[in-house]
């Protein structure tokens, strides 16, 4: 380039200062509309729950009270309670917990520290994540034949958390997947320098650091089992049991089930609707302690690092 | 190609023998055809351009490289009279003996006092007495004691990074080990956190081997007894430091220690 040239360059701006500002408000503007419409879906959603607890509360008042907790099931709605669902879904609780949590740690500890990395891993872990999403009344079908007659278990409480357990295990190991993919590298290194084999490396350093993560999402996956209608529905677990639970082999019911069929019988008798509104709203609040437990989990136990 | 200066003058102790070392990333090979002699007491410091294999040596040394997958080795690594590839020998028991130091402080998200402890607790040293002592050994020897000793219940990520190394270190030693590897120790400090870890080295070496990279030609110079040069996975010369940095053989050790490389 001579001399010349590169002083004429020098004279002339490249960017036009008039159009950067046009373009720069506009990009503002846009900026503006973006976040507007992202706080509207926010709100929609927001008001759509808002609407419905309000419309469950109001139905509910004056029939949810420690009476309604403890009595049991009755064929006039001034008397029933729901103290058999409550410890039906107490018990199913028992069951889904510490069989998904042993059963989902150890296949997530499997895949993610054990297994070679390869196309028979990614595979299964492929599967896994597609269990997740399959259709809740499939495993339904799943128990019904499996637990409920194969293994000849009816349509007990084991049976039923067993038939959860398959239903919530492949969130429990994909949130525990994660939740062990996340523990750095140089903390596993620190340990193995030290003369420290896998397992007591996966015991002293990986579980302790992964263990906020997989109890929450363990938690959350609980909260699914026990919302859920439909496994239960075509596993054939009653309503009207009179007895309360005392065992795993026992029937029972369960509060979602409570709810499916005093909605459907409101139309012989509309206070089984206020039933279920209470009802709702006893199942709405465990849910919400269990949710708030695993939030506290994960702000109080959340390693630094 | 390769001049090495075999010492008959003061016979020390050869802590390692490596013969023919090859390793291979999947088809890329990092190491070729290294052979290097560690002698005890010594520290002994490898230089080199980015790339060239200097980490990948200094994690073979403990068989650390082999987490990484697709790792491949030829030819064998004396230590101490016996191959470390050996099925015999097992990789837990050579990193018990093998200590490392990594390159940026990698302490355990737990208290400092469980941190130097880590090590004995896993093999085997339940009894609360023996390991406070352990930790405040561990802990004087790499100069962290008095900073610490009203704090080792707190968690280990409170420390700076100058500290947390030292942690590190102390980490290390509580398993009493025979050699120290350590990559970059003091890339990620600042200068006076830097001063107090090579002070701490000069201290070491008295009691350990010290195998150290670095890519501080100062630091080399400061603290090494010998010093090895690397260039493309290829060990050009080792001598004594001295020797390198005023009278090296290799015309390409003289580019590289003058700043002429590249
Ligand atoms: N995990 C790995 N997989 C494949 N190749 C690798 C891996 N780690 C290192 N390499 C390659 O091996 C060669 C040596 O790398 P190494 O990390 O030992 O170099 P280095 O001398 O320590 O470099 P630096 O000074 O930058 O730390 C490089 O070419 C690098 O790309
Ligand atoms: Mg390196």
């Known amino acids: 380039m001579s001399y010349d040239v590169m002083q004429q360059n020098k004279d002339k701006h490249f960017l036009n200062t008039e159009a950067l500002k046009r373009r720069m408000k506009l990009r503002i503007i846009l900026d503006k509309v973006a976040k507007g419409i992202f706080i509207l879906s926010t709100l929609f959603s927001l008001l759509i729950l808002g609407v419905l607890i309000y419309r469950v509360w109001n139905q509910s008042v004056g029939w949810l009270n420690l009476r309604f907790l403890k009595s049991n099931l009755s064929i006039f709605p001034e008397k029933a309670g729901i103290h058999g669902p409550i410890l039906g879904t107490l018990w199913l609780m028992a069951i889904v917990a510490p069989v998904t949590v042993i059963l989902g740690v150890a296949t997530a500890i499997y895949l993610e520290e054990y297994a070679t990395k390869g196309k028979f891993q990614s595979f299964i872990k492929t599967n896994i994540s597609n269990l997740a999403g399959v259709p809740s009344v499939i495993f339904g079908l799943l128990g019904l034949t499996v637990f409920g007659r194969l293994l000849k278990l009816g349509s007990s409480i084991l049976a039923g958390g067993l038939t959860m357990s398959l239903l919530v295990l492949p969130i429990v190991i994909v949130a525990s997947q994660e939740a062990l993919k996340a523990v750095p590298g140089f903390l596993k290194d620190a340990s193995y320098a030290l003369g420290a084999t896998k397992w007591t490396t996966i015991?002293?350093?990986?579980?302790?650091?992964?263990?906020?993560?997989?109890?929450?999402?363990?938690?959350?996956?609980?909260?699914?089992?026990?919302?859920?209608?439909?496994?239960?529905?075509?596993?054939?677990?009653?309503?009207?049991?009179?007895?309360?639970?005392?065992?795993?082999?026992?029937?029972?019911?369960?509060?979602?089930?409570?709810?499916?069929?005093?909605?459907?019988?409101?139309?012989?008798?509309?206070?089984?609707?206020?039933?279920?509104?209470?009802?709702?709203?006893?199942?709405?609040?465990?849910?919400?302690?269990?949710?708030?437990?695993?939030?506290?989990i994960r702000n109080k136990y959340q390693k630094r690092y | 190609m390769i001049s090495q200066n075999t010492n008959k003058d003061e016979a020390k102790r050869i802590i390692y023998s490596v013969n023919n070392l090859n390793l291979w990333y999947g088809k890329d090979q990092a190491l070729k055809n290294l052979n290097f002699t560690i002698e005890e007491n010594d520290v002994t410091a490898i230089i080199g351009p980015s790339g060239c294999g200097k980490s990948t040596?200094?994690?073979?040394?403990?068989?650390?490289?082999?987490?990484?997958?697709?790792?491949?080795?030829?030819?064998?690594?004396?230590?101490?009279?016996?191959?470390?590839?050996?099925?015999?020998?097992?990789?837990?028991?050579?990193?018990?003996?093998?200590?490392?130091?990594?390159?940026?402080?990698?302490?355990?998200?737990?208290?400092?006092?469980?941190?130097?402890?880590?090590?004995?607790?896993?093999?085997?040293?339940?009894?609360?007495?023996?390991?406070?002592?352990?930790?405040?050994?561990?802990l004087r020897n790499s100069a962290l004691w008095d900073e610490v000793k009203d704090r080792l219940n707190s968690n280990a990520y409170g420390l700076s990074g100058g500290q947390q190394q030292r942690l590190c270190i102390a980490r290390a030693l509580a398993m009493e080990p025979e050699v120290l590897l350590m990559d970059e120790p003091t890339s990620a400090l600042d200068p006076i956190a830097t001063a107090k870890i090579e002070e701490l080295i000069m201290e070491l070496k008295k009691d350990y081997t010290i195998v150290i990279v670095t890519h501080s030609m100062q630091q080399a110079a400061r603290i090494s007894d010998k010093t090895a040069f690397f260039l493309m996975g290829e060990l050009i010369e080792l001598d004594k430091t001295k020797t390198i940095f005023t009278t090296p053989r290799d015309k390409r050790t003289e580019d590289y220690i003058t700043g002429r490389f590249g």
Do not use: C
């Open chain 1, 203 to 296: 015991k002293t350093v990986i579980l302790p650091t992964a263990l906020p993560g997989i109890m929450t999402g363990s938690i959350l996956a609980l909260s699914r089992a026990i919302g859920e209608t439909a496994p239960l529905v075509v596993l054939g677990i009653p309503t009207l049991i009179l007895r309360i639970p005392d065992g795993i082999m026992s029937d029972f019911t369960a509060l979602p089930i409570q709810i499916y069929y005093w909605t459907l019988d409101a139309v012989l008798r509309p206070e089984y609707a206020n039933l279920a509104a209470a009802t709702i709203i006893v199942l709405l609040f465990m849910l919400f302690i269990m949710n708030s437990i695993a939030i506290l």
């Open chain 2, 57 to 138: 040596f200094i994690k073979t040394l403990n068989r650390m490289i082999e987490i990484i997958p697709n790792v491949k080795t030829s030819g064998e690594i004396i230590y101490n009279d016996r191959n470390i590839f050996d099925s015999a020998f097992g990789v837990e028991e050579l990193r018990t003996r093998v200590g490392m130091v990594f390159q940026k402080p990698n302490p355990f998200p737990k208290s400092i006092f469980e941190n130097v402890v880590y090590g004995p607790k896993i093999h085997g040293i339940r009894n609360k007495k023996k390991l406070m002592e352990i930790a405040e050994v561990s």
